[in-house]
């Protein structure tokens, strides 16, 4: 198994760097070239959203991304520092009140429609998003 992990100050301009190096790793983990524009877009999104929580909450830990690569799968796990809330269940999820619960949600929802695979958990120590892609084996070339 191997992980490459990727911290950078929460600042917007390092998002497009979080976004390249995570589709170079995906590309050569075996995820489907039809699929990395979405691993990009999903990654974006997901640090995009990191940063957000990280600049409102005051936060000057760095947002971190962890690439994972497992046999038969590829995952992207993008992690923030904020301390969610915990929510009585049927409560809608977020950090805060009105503007940022829906923005958190609207972000949430345009990764989950772009990554089959999501898992989101949030607590006093901070959140998480995995996403996880399928991978194929790379074809031997015979010579």
């Known amino acids: 198994m191997a992980t490459v992990e990727l911290r950078f100050s929460a600042q917007p301009e390092h998002v497009r760097t979080a976004r390249l190096v995570a589709a170079a790793v995906a590309r050569r983990a075996g995820v489907d070239e039809a699929v990395l524009d979405e691993v990009r877009l999903a990654v974006g999104e997901a640090c995009s959203r990191?940063?957000?929580?990280?600049?409102?909450?005051?936060?000057?830990?760095?947002?971190?991304?962890?690439?994972?690569?497992?046999?038969k799968q590829f995952s992207i796990e993008v992690g923030d520092e904020v301390r969610h809330a915990q929510h009585a269940p049927g409560d809608a999820p977020g950090v805060g009140?009105?503007?940022?619960?829906?923005?958190?949600?609207?972000?949430?929802?345009v990764i989950s429609g772009l990554v089959d695979d999501?898992?989101?958990?949030?607590?006093?120590?901070g959140g998480l998003i995995r996403m996880t892609w399928p991978t194929t084996?790379?074809?031997?070339?015979?010579a």
Do not use: R, Y
Request: hydrophobic share 45%; no cysteine.
């Open 118 to 125: 999501v898992k989101v958990t949030a607590g006093e120590d």
């Open 97 to 109: 009140g009105g503007v940022e619960i829906e923005e958190d949600e609207m972000g949430l929802a």
């Open 50 to 71: 990191a940063v957000g929580l990280h600049q409102s909450g005051g936060i000057a830990a760095p947002v971190t991304v962890m690439l994972i690569e497992e046999e």
């Open 137 to 142: 084996p790379p074809t031997a070339v015979l």
